[in-house]
């Protein structure tokens, strides 16, 4: 049993905070009532930032004492939406949200995975007829491996798991954001993953 902060309350954030408290983890979900993400971070050994990627820099670099010492790990992207609300670009092209993150919270171990997908699939990959892909990007070794038995009591078998390496790989996996709003337009709002195949 691991104790466990999600940041943000909607459709991502409480889905794996149910699944993860299924698994027999500690969960505690954070709303936007004031001090709720201090308060919950503060007790955490890992921290899931589940919050709109767009304002999640701001929100948790002000909660770097908070974090110090823990797992970050961050499922957002960050891009600004079209006028359907669908993203429509990168916030930071040439960087990432996630190496923003590690920037601005040094004494936190960063680890970008889950962004590559429709929340269904975060806590159900074995819904889909094909075998979807979780990425890892992240500096720290451990903190990755911690990770990635957190994906397997979601359901994740090891071998869908690729480590992409440091945490500027997560340009990569957050630039794939820029597929949804047309997969979406050309098929409807099913779940879906990107996989590699082999």
Known sequence: MTTIAVLGNGRVGGNLAAALARAGHEVTVADR???????????????????PGAGSL?????????????ILVDVSNATTDGPDGLPADLIYPGSSLAEQLQEALPET???KTLNTMLFPVMTSPATLPRTPTAF??????????TVRELLTDLGWQKEWITDLGGIQTARATE????????VIRSTGLAPFAISIAR
């Open 136 to 145: 890892l990007s992240g500096e720290d070794p451990q903190a990755k491996q």
């Open 175 to 182: 630039a794939a954001i820029l597929f949804v709003p047309h």
């Open 58 to 70: 701001d929100r948790l670099a002000a909660l770097r004492e908070e974090l110090r010492d823990t």
């Open 33 to 51: 009532t004031p001090g709720a993400a201090a308060d919950a971070a503060r007790a955490a050994r890992i921290v899931i930032n589940a919050t």
């Open 109 to 111: 171990r960063v680890v």
